[in-house]
C-alpha cells in the first residue's frame, strides 16, 4: 500500500497570504488528523476529520481550517499566515474506528512564512 | 488537562548497555499511550502502544497508571537504536494524539 502522501513538500510565503495543503491518507483509511511541529511547541494537535467532518480541534486560531472530500483525502489552510505559522505540518491517517489504532504519518509540508 | 512529559531531551549510551527513555502523563480518565519513533530522515513511525503489550525491535514499555508513567525500555541497546522517540496519548478510541517533547537517543559504538 502506498504510504500517506502530502503536497507540497516545501513552500515559502509572505506574512498575510493564504496557504492550502493537501493529505492523501493510506488506502482505505477515514481518519486524517493534522498536526503542527515546530522546535518550541512540539508536536500539536491541529484537527481531525472522520467521513468529512471534524471530529476534534486543538487550540489553534480560526485561520487555521481544514476539509476532507469523499475520498478521505484532505486539505488545511492557514489565512493571514503570522511569521509563527512557520512549521513543519504532518498529516497522519488511520482508520479511525474502535480503539485508538496506529496513526501512519506522512513526510510533512515545511512552511516557512517571511 | 492532557499532558506528556519527556524529561530527557537528549539521552546517550553505550551499545549493549540497557536503554530507558521516560514518560509520565496527566490525563484525567483512561488514557491510550503510544511510544513514537522518528529515524534520521524517515516519517514519524509507531514503535508500540500500551494495550498491545508488544515487544518492538526488543523495546518494551509499561503502563504505570499509579505513577502515571509510560516508561520505554530496552535491555541492550544497538547502534540502530538511534532516533527521536515521542511518548503520546490519546483518549480511548480518540485520534487525537498528545505528544511529549521528544527524547533524542544516541547509542554510541
Known amino acids: 500500500k502506498a504510504g500517506v502522501t502530502q503536497t507540497p513538500r516545501y513552500l515559502i510565503k509572505t506574512r498575510g497570504q493564504q496557504v492550502t495543503l493537501s493529505c492523501s491518507p493510506i488506502?482505505?483509511?477515514?481518519?486524517v488528523s493534522w498536526y503542527q511541529q515546530t522546535p518550541g511547541q512540539g508536536l500539536q494537535f491541529l484537527f481531525e476529520?472522520?467521513?468529512?467532518?471534524q471530529r476534534n480541534k486543538g487550540n489553534f486560531p480560526g485561520r487555521f481550517s481544514g476539509r476532507q472530500f469523499s475520498n478521505s483525502r484532505s486539505e488545511m489552510n492557514v489565512s493571514t499566515l503570522e511569521l509563527g505559522d512557520s512549521a513543519l505540518y504532518l498529516c497522519?491517517?488511520?482508520w479511525g474506528q474502535g480503539a485508538t489504532g496506529a496513526q501512519y504519518f506522512g513526510p510533512g509540508t515545511r512552511l516557512l512564512v517571511l | 488537562a492532557q499532558r506528556v512529559t519527556q524529561p530527557e531531551k537528549l539521552l546517550s549510551v553505550f551499545k549493549g548497555a540497557p536503554v530507558e527513555l521516560k514518560c509520565n502523563y496527566s490525563?484525567?480518565?483512561?488514557?491510550?499511550l503510544f511510544w513514537y519513533v522518528q529515524y534520521s530522515r524517515q516519517r514519524l513511525q509507531l514503535l508500540l502502544r500500551?494495550?498491545s503489550r508488544e515487544s518492538i525491535k526488543g523495546f518494551t514499555a509499561d503502563l504505570n497508571k499509579g505513577e502515571t508513567s509510560f516508561h520505554l525500555k530496552k535491555p541492550f541497546a544497538q547502534e540502530e537504536d538511534s532516533a527521536m522517540y515521542y511518548c503520546?496519548?490519546?483518549?480511548?478510541?480518540?485520534?487525537?494524539?498528545?505528544f511529549g517533547q521528544g527524547t533524542r537517543l544516541t547509542i554510541n559504538p
Open positions: 503520546a496519548l490519546s483518549g480511548k478510541g480518540a485520534q487525537k494524539l498528545v
Open positions: 497522519a491517517s488511520s
Open positions: 476529520y472522520f467521513s468529512e467532518t
Open positions: 490525563y484525567s480518565g483512561s488514557p491510550e
Open positions: 500500551h494495550i
Open positions: 488506502s482505505g483509511h477515514r481518519s
